[in-house]
């Protein structure tokens, strides 16, 4: 996946909230080598920029110890509050050898940072807010907006957003058949991003998307489009969860376009029909 620097000034206008590292002596430990040197050692440390919340996702960027730009931290929906507490989650791409989840602990001004399933939190302080309303009413030797000025000038990573994922790949009955593809970003999933398509042949055709309802049952997809006559479709998934293939084989679930049953898809089908629509999937 190419990698893509912007700067963070782009964001500037936005209030936002900067947290860093106070174990130092602990981020040094699990985040640099021994031959990296004591002095670097003794300035490791995290540094994470939250930006105000914006509809459909939460804009959050975290510096790694020793590094000079910062990294996009991808997903950040708001999962849950506890009290005042904010719990939120996301995926981590390009900061580490291998890409992690992570989950956030927010109660200013206190951060907890959590990687993978690893129970031992990076606590993390408020060092400056962005925010002329809050800065006042806050301890002004912890607030300092020139740091989070100072951090705008730096770089970020961008999220790969020409990779993608395929949620449905499905086909009808007929011998020669008409697939039905719905794929979104993999690192900037939104219904903005999110296509549906109808391939037949060598023709496509663009589905305009007016809803999308996914169920917390397990998979339960319900997809209202409309097609380039302006005539509209409903796709549904039903979830697999509980259904056992061995025993209940008359009852199991039917992908469905409108009232059509749809079928799954060989992996040779998948290839071809990737490939003539020439979609970028994340490399294994």
Request: hydrophobic letters at 35%; one cysteine or more.
């Given at each position: 996946?190419?990698?893509?620097?912007?700067?963070?000034?782009?964001?500037?206008?936005?209030?936002?909230?900067?947290?860093?590292?106070?174990?130092?002596?602990?981020?040094?430990?699990?985040?640099?080598?021994i031959k990296?040197?004591?002095?670097?050692?003794?300035?490791?440390?995290?540094?994470?920029?939250?930006?105000?919340?914006?509809?459909?996702?939460?804009?959050?960027?975290?510096?790694?110890?020793?590094?000079d730009y910062?990294?996009?931290?991808?997903?950040?929906?708001?999962?849950?509050?506890?009290?005042?507490?904010?719990?939120?989650?996301?995926?981590?791409?390009?900061?580490?050898?291998?890409?992690?989840?992570?989950?956030?602990?927010?109660?200013?001004?206190?951060?907890?940072?959590?990687?993978?399933?690893?129970?031992?939190?990076?606590?993390?302080?408020?060092?400056?807010?962005?925010?002329?309303?809050?800065?006042?009413?806050?301890?002004?030797?912890?607030?300092?907006?020139?740091?989070?000025?100072?951090?705008?000038?730096?770089?970020?990573?961008?999220?790969?957003?020409?990779?993608?994922?395929?949620?449905?790949?499905?086909?009808?009955?007929?011998?020669?058949?008409?697939?039905?593809?719905?794929?979104?970003?993999?690192?900037?999933?939104s219904l903005?991003?999110?296509?549906?398509?109808?391939?037949?042949?060598?023709?496509?055709?663009?589905?305009?998307?007016?809803?999308?309802?996914?169920?917390?049952?397990?998979?339960?997809?319900?997809?209202?489009?409309?097609?380039?006559?302006?005539?509209?479709?409903?796709?549904?998934?039903?979830?697999?969860?509980?259904?056992?293939?061995?025993?209940?084989?008359?009852?199991?679930?039917?992908?469905?376009?409108?009232?059509?049953?749809?079928?799954?898809?060989?992996?040779?089908?998948?290839?071809?029909?990737?490939?003539?629509?020439?979609?970028?999937?994340?490399?294994?």
């Open positions: 996946m190419e990698k893509v620097f912007h700067k963070l000034s782009e964001f500037s206008e936005n209030n936002v909230s900067l947290y860093r590292s106070t174990d130092l002596n602990n981020t040094a430990i699990y985040w640099t080598s990296d040197g004591d002095k670097k050692k003794a300035s490791a440390f995290f540094e994470l920029l939250w930006f105000e919340y914006t509809p459909g996702k939460q804009q959050i960027y975290i510096r790694f110890p020793n590094t910062f990294v996009e931290m991808c997903g950040g929906g708001i999962g849950s509050s506890r009290g005042n507490m904010m719990i939120t989650y996301g995926i981590d791409v390009w900061g580490m050898k291998h890409k992690q989840n992570f989950k956030i602990f927010l109660q200013e001004p206190n951060l907890l940072l959590q990687f993978g399933d690893s129970y031992n939190f990076n606590f993390m302080n408020l060092v400056a807010k962005n925010n002329i309303k809050n800065y006042l009413t806050m301890d002004k030797g912890v607030c300092n907006e020139s740091e989070i000025k100072h951090n705008l000038l730096k770089d970020y990573l961008k999220l790969p957003t020409d990779i993608r994922t395929v949620n449905f790949l499905l086909k009808n009955y007929d011998f020669s058949p008409t697939y039905f593809i719905i794929d979104s970003s993999k690192y900037n999933n903005e991003n999110t296509k549906f398509r109808i391939v037949k042949g060598n023709d496509i055709i663009e589905c305009k998307i007016i809803n999308y309802e996914s169920y917390r049952d397990g998979g339960t997809t319900k997809i209202k489009v409309i097609d380039n006559l302006g005539k509209e479709h409903d796709f549904f998934s039903p979830t697999r969860l509980g259904w056992d293939e061995t025993n209940d084989i008359l009852n199991r679930p039917v992908d469905k376009w409108d009232d059509m049953p749809l079928l799954q898809v060989k992996d040779e089908e998948f290839e071809k029909v990737i490939k003539f629509l020439n979609i970028e999937l994340e490399q294994k």
